[in-house]
């Protein structure tokens, strides 16, 4: 006689069940997005979302049962996207030309319609709403954080701080770039310069930043004549 096991294993239907409830959370979240960018924040409600989503209130509801945790897991859904985004880029050549073109994919995101108007209307939320606040911190943190790290692979030498003043230069720019080139018609081609500008400067700062050894430390200087 076989001894049962404490848990049976999935069935085909189980696991079809579970892939369909993945399904309608990643699309709820996706049309939940698409309102905040296009609606605002003001008009983000349930049956709006559920109207984008095409499905009914009570599923949104059951994901999510209230306003301010669907934005929340908006917010988680987003880190996760550029969390993925940066280790791709992080990890190209080591980690160092990544830097510049994670840099550029940054700024380039950040001045898109749909990401331009998605964080505008998550900073004024997060003015007024601690619990957003604190989403929006550690959205940050965290990807400072990979930032930081992958700096210290790239230049081994570079003092963790350094390495987080960086990362968090990176960040700044890459979000002033939304209020500055995504509210009015501006060149792409001058988005492409300043681009390429913090890239070298974002490189520039890391290289320096790692102590130098010295060489013929026992030579004697030359004096002046």
């Known amino acids: 006689m076989k001894e049962r096991s404490g848990r049976s294993a999935p069935t085909p239907t189980r696991r079809r069940r579970t892939a369909e409830s993945g399904d309608t959370r990643s699309e709820i979240l996706r049309a939940a997005r698409h309102v905040l960018a296009s609606a605002g924040y003001a008009r983000l409600s349930m049956r709006a979302v559920a109207r984008e989503a095409r499905v009914a209130v009570g599923n949104v509801v059951y994901y999510f049962p209230t306003k301010r945790s669907l934005v929340h897991a908006v917010i988680l859904a987003l880190l996760e996207h550029y969390k993925i985004n940066a280790q791709a880029y992080l990890h190209n050549a080591g980690g160092k030309t990544g830097f510049a073109e994670l840099l550029r994919w940054y700024m380039g995101d950040s001045v898109s319609r749909d990401s331009s108007s998605v964080f505008r209307e998550l900073w004024v939320m997060a003015l007024h709403d601690p619990a957003i606040a604190r989403a929006m911190d550690r959205f940050y943190d965290e990807l400072h954080r990979l930032a930081a790290a992958r700096l210290r692979v790239a230049w081994p030498e570079l003092s963790r701080q350094r390495a987080h003043d960086i990362a968090q230069l ?51 200087k030359t004096r002046a004549r």
């Open 170 to 220: 990176l960040g700044t720019i890459s979000e002033g770039t939304n209020p500055i080139y995504a509210t009015a018609p501006r060149s792409g081609r001058s988005l492409a310069r300043v681009a390429r500008l913090s890239g070298e400067l974002l490189m520039h700062a890391a290289a320096t930043g790692a102590p130098q050894r010295q060489v013929g430390r026992g030579r004697r």
